[in-house]
């Protein structure tokens, strides 16, 4: 599986941005999908995951009601919509597939077998 990620960039505080994640070599179906994120200096922290067909979504408490996963299964596609950014959300953010998943393990980035490059988030004050 390669995932590519993409979307990321430079917002004001208060505005949007949606990430995607393409995946190629096998299909989201039966697959785990987590995005995470990493801040300089910070470890990898989890934002939101999603198990196909039944599992979820899950997401931090820092980001619920403000993120929003979202998926195209005809372009084997997830997507990460953000809104009402903070500062605190500038990050590195990751895409990560993982197979056979159980609910308990959808927030650990070493559930997660296969990951993309990454997308700089980066909102201003």
């Known amino acids: 599986v390669q995932l590519q990620a993409s979307g990321g960039g430079l917002v004001q505080a208060g505005g949007s941005l949606r990430l995607s994640c393409a995946a190629s070599?096998?299909?989201?179906?039966?697959?785990?999908v987590g995005w995470f994120r990493q801040a300089p200096g910070k470890e990898r922290e989890f934002v939101v995951a999603?198990?196909?067909?039944?599992?979820?979504?899950f997401y931090s408490d820092s980001v619920k009601g403000r993120f929003t996963i979202t998926s195209d299964n005809a372009k084997n596609t997830v997507y990460l919509q953000m809104n009402s950014l903070r500062p605190e959300d500038t990050a590195v953010y990751y895409c990560?597939?993982?197979?056979?998943?159980?609910?308990?393990?959808?927030?650990?980035?070493?559930?997660?077998?296969?990951w993309g490059q990454g997308t700089l988030v980066t909102v201003s004050s």
């Open positions: 990560a597939v993982g197979f056979n998943l159980i609910l308990s393990s959808m927030r650990e980035p070493a559930s997660y077998a296969y």
């Open positions: 070599g096998r299909t989201f179906s039966r697959s785990a």
């Open positions: 999603r198990r196909w067909p039944t599992g979820g979504p």
